[in-house]
């Protein structure tokens, strides 16, 4: 039998896809205990289903909280009859299923179960209409149904991270999916972009360009395509950081003398100062809250954490270990802070429990930089440098799992990881 003109045509686009993609994923640590699960071959047109079913196992494998088991191709549909036994055998304690159907308006209805196979039970099910474009956002959304449905906390499969790429005479904000794909130019320049964040609504980010020779604060809306000034004071201004109800940014200005924390309005209004010290303040952070605002200090000496209610008043050393501590971020609960410390001389990301004041070292690297949280708090993506470039890295927050990102050209840094999709 022919292959399809059709079918030709959406595989090149397939592949096109992929390879456009400026990330891709390598797992080089596990943790234990991983469930074993195994997603079997979606009945429909070849191309269209492995594609999907190979998002959502790729998805569910770099999580590193599960062991796929191997479906050996076996195509099952989403309303069959299950042999219990033989998936047991295989070892797989869940399995889910799925079939791909074209619709007459040229889309697709996915329908998918996942089953408990030590149970015998269903876990849950769904349908879901997309087009063959949509097939990673499809499969991604499946993936975090399994995801939640094992664990009991939600899946990030479907988020987006931001980072920037340099490369010669040339640096790139760019969006992409969780796992690195379907990566997107949003702004480019022939002049730096540094720290972009994300707002909580997920539709904006803010980031400082240098595109007027100077460091100018900037909220850019990725639907519309459209950014406007939210800081351009005299001097600097920089370190962006969101307020949980994306109305304000906490920033860096220099326009009084060294850099110091205000918070201005998200449109760029009713700029206030939050505290006054001798040394430099940067790298605001909000608490999940909004109560508070951690950030970077060298106001005893060296670079220490702090944190002053987001009100403004009186500041509190956060971090006492070490000499050098910097780029807070808090976990989604509040409960950890992710940072930078120095060890040694390596610069390395860890992770601190706030009620204990426990501290962990979770990498091995000596250039690490701005962490971000998941939005579900398991994993924590960071900027290191391998081989003299920049590379994006992730590791979970009890440092079992790590994975590595690195991009296909260019240099990577800056990475910030989005809220949950609305």
């Known amino acids: 039998m022919r292959t399809s003109l059709r079918s030709l045509l959406l595989s090149a686009t397939l592949i096109a896809g992929?390879?456009?993609?400026?990330?891709?994923?390598?797992?080089?640590?596990?943790?234990?205990?991983?469930?074993p699960v195994a997603v079997a071959d979606f009945p429909g047109e070849r191309i269209i289903s492995q594609a999907l079913t190979s998002v959502i196992?790729?998805?569910l494998d770099r999580s590193g909280l599960f062991r796929m088991i191997d479906a050996n191709g076996q195509s099952i549909p989403e309303n069959a009859g299950i042999a219990?036994?033989?998936?047991?055998?295989?070892?797989?304690?869940?399995?889910?299923?799925?079939?791909?159907?074209?619709?007459?308006?040229?889309?697709?209805?996915?329908?998918?179960?996942?089953h408990d196979i030590q149970k015998q039970a269903q876990l849950g099910?769904?349908?879901?209409?997309?087009?063959?474009?949509?097939?990673?956002?499809?499969?991604?959304?499946?993936?975090?149904?399994?995801?939640?449905?094992?664990?009991?906390?939600?899946?990030?499969?479907?988020?987006?991270?931001?980072?920037?790429?340099?490369?010669?005479?040339?640096?790139?904000?760019?969006?992409?999916?969780?796992?690195?794909?379907?990566?997107?130019?949003?702004?480019?320049?022939?002049?730096?972009?540094?720290?972009?964040?994300?707002?909580?609504?997920?539709n904006r980010i803010a980031y400082v360009s240098f595109q007027t020779k100077k460091p100018v604060v900037y909220v850019?809306?990725?639907?519309?395509?459209?950014?406007?000034?939210?800081?351009?004071f005299k001097g600097s201004n920089s370190a962006p950081a969101w307020?949980?109800?994306?109305?304000?940014?906490?920033?860096?200005?220099?326009?009084?003398?060294?850099?110091?924390?205000?918070?201005?309005?998200?449109?760029?209004?009713?700029?206030?100062?939050?505290?006054?010290?001798?040394?430099?303040?940067?790298?605001?952070?909000?608490?999940?809250?909004?109560?508070?605002?951690?950030?970077?200090?060298?106001?005893?000496?060296?670079?220490?954490?702090?944190?002053?209610?987001?009100?403004?008043?009186?500041?509190?050393?956060?971090?006492f270990e070490g000499n050098y501590n910097t780029s807070p971020r808090l976990s989604p609960d509040g409960k950890s802070m992710a940072y930078i410390a120095r060890n040694s001389g390596r610069f390395q990301l860890a992770v601190m429990d706030l009620a204990s004041k426990q501290t962990q070292i979770l990498t091995e690297s000596a250039k690490d930089e701005s962490p971000s949280f998941a939005p579900n708090g398991r994993m924590i993506l960071y900027a290191t440098e391998i081989g003299g470039r920049g590379v994006l890295a992730a590791v979970s927050s009890d440092g079992r799992v790590k994975l590595r990102l690195p991009s296909a050209a260019g240099d990577v840094r800056e990475p910030a990881w989005g809220p949950f999709a609305k």
Do not use: C
């Open 220 to 232: 850019h809306d990725l639907a519309a395509g459209r950014r406007h000034v939210a800081a351009n």
């Open 57 to 59: 196992r790729n998805d």
């Open 243 to 319: 307020s949980p109800d994306g109305r304000r940014l906490a920033v860096v200005l220099t326009k009084d003398g060294s850099s110091q924390l205000y918070v201005v309005n998200a449109d760029g209004s009713g700029v206030t100062r939050l505290a006054s010290s001798a040394g430099i303040d940067t790298e605001p952070h909000f608490s999940p809250d909004g109560s508070y605002i951690y950030f970077t200090s060298d106001r005893g000496g060296s670079p220490q954490i702090y944190r002053i209610p987001s009100s403004g008043g009186d500041a509190q050393r956060v971090t």
């Open 84 to 114: 219990w036994g033989d998936w047991r055998s295989r070892g797989a304690d869940a399995l889910a299923v799925g079939q791909v159907i074209p619709t007459t308006d040229g889309r697709y209805e996915t329908r998918f179960r996942l």
């Open 125 to 202: 099910s769904g349908a879901l209409l997309h087009t063959s474009s949509q097939l990673r956002s499809t499969g991604h959304r499946i993936a975090d149904f399994i995801y939640e449905k094992l664990t009991g906390e939600p899946g990030v499969f479907s988020t987006r991270i931001a980072y920037v790429v340099k490369s010669v005479g040339r640096f790139e904000l760019q969006i992409a999916d969780a796992d690195g794909g379907n990566a997107q130019t949003a702004f480019a320049s022939s002049e730096p972009i540094i720290s972009p964040t994300w707002a909580p609504d997920g």
């Open 18 to 35: 992929a390879a456009q993609a400026q990330l891709s994923v390598e797992i080089i640590g596990a943790g234990a205990n991983r469930i």
